[in-house]
């Protein structure tokens, strides 16, 4: 997902007043089952400075490490601000040399981060990097804590409402369908015999290989009888597919 037109206008300034190489938006599930990282807005990173931190770096980052959870009741509080200054002189500073090993090597000589907990156990973080120091100029974060602060809200409300809208557009779709199914004329022919063989199969849990070897038809085949029971039912997957098959009115 990526953020909007307004969020990007956003960073476009505090790159501009900052003055800064790179700044970067992405959210940091702590989920042990997941533990990972999703990048939503970046500007200045190399695409391979971007594989590799969401692959493995990030498990190193002291700016991930220092983040405080939050439950219900603190998830809307203000954004925590650090600046590289403060973490490397940290506790945690031999854990987390693999990462300053490697923004060592890439130049990132100056970074301060905002973090904001929207969920529990879920984050967003802004970024600023620089890679050059320019003499008696530098990124602190007194300088930038507003204007990361002002991208964090900005970026929670942009993603937060990007889901809403789309879990209501996926509702609308749903509720068109049922409504639909009640219609004689619509069950009845909704499907051809084929392709309820199709559904039966996605509806027992196999692949396309194993339905078109059930059915004795190429895998090209019931792709293509896929993509019309789709069109049919205004999704785009077999997880949006069965949501509408399975949901009790259907």
Not at 41 to 50: D, E, I, L, T
Not at 132 to 159: K, M, P
Request: glycine share 4%.
């Amino acid at each position: 997902m990526e953020l909007g037109s307004e969020v990007r206008r956003l960073a476009s300034e505090v790159l501009a007043r900052s003055k800064v190489s790179n700044l970067c938006v992405f959210l940091y599930d702590t989920n042990p089952a997941q533990r990972a990282v999703s990048f939503l807005y970046n500007h200045g990173m190399s695409k391979r400075v971007h594989s590799e931190y969401s692959s493995h770096l990030w498990s190193y980052d002291p700016f991930l490490r220092n983040i405080n959870d939050c439950d219900d009741e603190n998830s809307g509080t203000r954004a925590r601000i650090l600046e590289r200054r403060e973490l490397e002189v940290s506790d945690q500073q031999r854990r987390c040399e693999p990462y300053w090993q490697y923004m060592d090597l890439i130049g990132y000589q100056e970074i301060v981060a905002a973090t904001h907990c929207i969920a529990p156990g879920l984050h967003m973080i802004a970024g600023v990097m620089r890679q050059s120091c320019v003499r008696g100029v530098h990124i602190t974060a007194n300088q930038v804590s507003a204007d990361l602060e002002d991208l964090l809200q900005q970026s929670s409300n942009d993603y937060i409402g990007q889901l809403v809208r789309r879990q209501m557009h996926i509702d609308q779709a749903v509720v068109a369908v049922q409504s639909k199914a009640h219609d004689p004329a619509f069950s009845d022919g909704m499907l051809t015999a084929r392709e309820r063989q199709v559904v039966d199969g996605v509806r027992s849990g196999h692949g396309n290989k194993q339905i078109a070897a059930a059915l004795e038809l190429s895998e090209y085949t019931i792709e293509n009888h896929l993509k019309r029971i789709y069109r049919k039912f205004r999704v785009h997957s077999r997880t949006s597919l069965l949501a509408i098959l399975d949901s009790p009115r259907m």
